[in-house]
């Protein structure tokens, strides 16, 4: 899990003073806490993750000559079709064409090949590769800033008032 803001950023953020070090660890251990709670909420993780293995089902995931991902995907090391053999990029695209991240690998017209499975169709096909919303570590600039004011606000929650009175 990537956190996507720092200590002195949030530091910053709040305008506490170099001497004031006193909650430095509390707000270290709330980084990664906004950082899970923004992935969560947007369903997608902000930087990238490297050599990752996926799995997918040979038949509910495909649709024609489109496999459909379940997750972003900046860039493919190993495509391996259900039956086990290697489908090398010169035989699919991925999509959006020109744009990332990337939902789906589509098999080219022009390919012999086609999604299929030996004996299961479920997990059958395995995607090796950069996954993520972003092609770096760093997250995009409004997420990073929405981790620092998520932090702020976790670090201020216990001088909320929880009471209200009122009509």
Not at 37 to 46: A, E
Not at 140 to 145: L, T, V
Request: aromatic fraction near 10%.
């Amino acid at each position: 899990m990537s956190s996507y803001c720092t200590l002195a950023e949030v530091r910053a953020y709040k305008k506490i003073g170099a001497a004031q070090t006193g909650d430095d660890a509390l707000i270290t251990d709330l980084i990664p806490q906004a950082s899970q709670r923004i992935d969560s909420y947007c369903l997608r993780t902000f930087t990238v993750r490297t050599a990752e293995t996926r799995k997918f089902d040979a038949v509910l995931d495909v649709d024609g000559d489109t496999l459909y991902l379940d997750d972003d995907l900046q860039s493919i090391t190993t495509l391996t079709n259900g039956d086990g053999t290697a489908i090398t990029s010169s035989n699919y695209v991925l999509l959006p064409a020109n744009r990332t991240p990337k939902y789906a690998i589509k098999l080219k017209a022009s390919s012999s090949v086609s999604w299929t499975y030996n004996t299961d169709p479920e997990e059958a096909i395995t995607v090796v590769g950069n996954w993520g919303y972003n092609n770096t570590t760093e997250p995009p600039e409004d997420i990073k800033h929405a981790a620092i004011r998520l932090t702020a606000w976790y670090y201020d929650l216990p001088a909320a008032p929880y009471e209200t009175t009122g009509m």
